[in-house]
C-alpha cells in the first residue's frame, strides 16, 4: 500500500507522481521571511494539480515535514476537491524552517524517531531528511539514523534532500553506515549538479534519484538535467529515476500568475523526453517507479 492523506491506497492506483512538491507551504516564518514561496491557498494549489491531472498525474509527495510549513488539513482538502492522492511527510527540513524553539532543532535520535512513528501512524507517508554540505553535521547524523530505524520498523519510504544539489555521497555513505536499505531511499535535487560522473557514482550505489528543475529550464535552450536525464536513462539507470517539479516558488505556478506551471513537466517536459527515449521509458519515470517506490515496505 501507500499511504496517502486521505487513508492507504494500491499502488496500482497511481497513474503518475511528482516525487518532490511544495503544494502548502504555511508557516510565518516563510511568510515573513521568504513570501517568494508562501504557499498558503487551497484553491490555487487545487489549480495547479488539475492541470497535472489532465497528463494523467494523480499522485503528488508533499515535501514540507511538521513545524516547516506543513498543514495537514489544507493537504486533505487539496486531495478531496481535485481528485488527486498526496503523500505528506514526516520528518525534518533545513532548520532555517523552524522556530527557535522547535523541537527539532535539538531532538536525538530516540525523540525523532517518536515523532516519525506517531505522524506515520497519523496519515504521514514518507520521511524527509536533509543535509546542507559534503559533510555531515552531528544534528544531521542523529536524522538520518531516526529515519533508518523508523524505515526498517514501518517499511515507509525515505526522501532526502541535497542542498543545491551536493552532498549526495556523504548521505549515501551515511546510510550505508547505519544499514539502511538504499533501494528504498530517494535524493533529491542532485540534477543541480550536471556532471554526468557524480551521477554514475550516485546511482551505482543502487540509491533512487529524483531530478526536478524542469520548469526552471523551461524557457532555455541549455536544459542540462534534461541531457542529464537522458544520459543516465541510455546507460541502464532508468529504474532509478523519477520526476518532480520542486516547485516552491510562486512565480512557477499558473494559477498565480506565473509560468510555466507545475503542469510543465507532465506535458512539455515530457514531450522534450520522448523525443531522446522510448515512451516505455517516460512511463517508468512517471508511474513505474514510483509505484515501486512509494509503497511500504517492512522487513
Not at 494559477?255 to 531522446?276: C, F, Q
Request: net charge negative.
Amino acid at each position: 500500500m501507500i499511504r496517502t492523506v486521505l487513508g492507504d491506497i494500491q499502488s496500482s492506483e497511481v497513474t503518475g507522481a511528482y516525487l518532490h512538491e511544495h503544494l502548502i507551504i504555511d508557516s510565518s516564518i516563510v511568510k515573513d521571511q521568504m513570501p517568494h514561496i508562501y504557499l498558503d491557498d487551497v484553491t490555487s494549489a487545487v489549480a495547479e494539480v488539475k492541470d497535472c491531472a489532465a497528463h494523467a498525474i494523480n499522485l503528488f509527495v508533499d515535501c514540507m515535514p511538521g513545524e516547516s510549513g506543513r498543514n495537514l488539513e489544507k493537504l486533505r482538502a487539496i486531495s478531496k476537491e481535485s481528485g488527486v492522492h498526496i503523500i505528506s511527510a514526516t520528518g525534518m527540513h533545513n532548520p532555517k524552517y523552524y522556530e527557535k524553539s522547535s523541537r527539532y532543532l535539538n531532538a536525538d535520535r530516540e525523540l525523532l524517531r517518536a515523532i516519525f512513528i506517531e505522524e506515520l501512524n497519523s496519515g504521514s507517508g514518507i520521511i524527509k531528511i536533509h543535509s546542507l554540505s559534503e559533510t555531515l553535521s552531528t544534528q544531521e547524523r542523529e536524522l538520518f539514523a531516526a529515519a533508518v530505524w523508523t524505515q526498517k520498523e514501518t517499511g515507509a519510504p525515505i526522501l532526502t534532500h541535497c542542498e543545491e544539489g551536493k552532498g549526495a555521497l556523504a548521505q549515501i555513505n551515511e546510510l550505508t553506515k547505519l544499514g539502511g536499505d538504499l533501494n528504498r531511499v530517494v535524493l533529491s535535487h542532485t540534477d543541480k549538479e550536471s556532471s554526468f560522473d557524480y551521477h554514475r557514482e550516485i546511482l551505482a550505489s543502487g540509491i533512487n534519484v529524483e531530478y526536478d528543475q524542469s520548469l526552471r529550464q523551461s524557457n532555455s535552450d541549455n536544459r542540462p538535467s534534461l541531457e542529464l536525464t537522458v544520459a543516465m536513462c541510455n546507460e541502464g539507470y532508468a529504474d532509478q529515476i523519477m520526476l518532480g517539479t520542486d516547485g516552491a516558488r510562486r512565480t512557477l505556478w499558473r494559477s498565480l500568475g506565473g509560468s510555466p506551471g507545475l503542469s510543465w513537466l507532465a506535458n512539455g517536459w515530457r514531450n522534450l523526453l520522448t523525443k531522446e527515449v522510448s515512451e516505455s521509458v517516460v512511463i517508468q519515470l512517471f508511474r513505474d517507479n514510483p509505484r515501486r517506490f512509494l509503497i511500504w515496505n517492512s522487513e
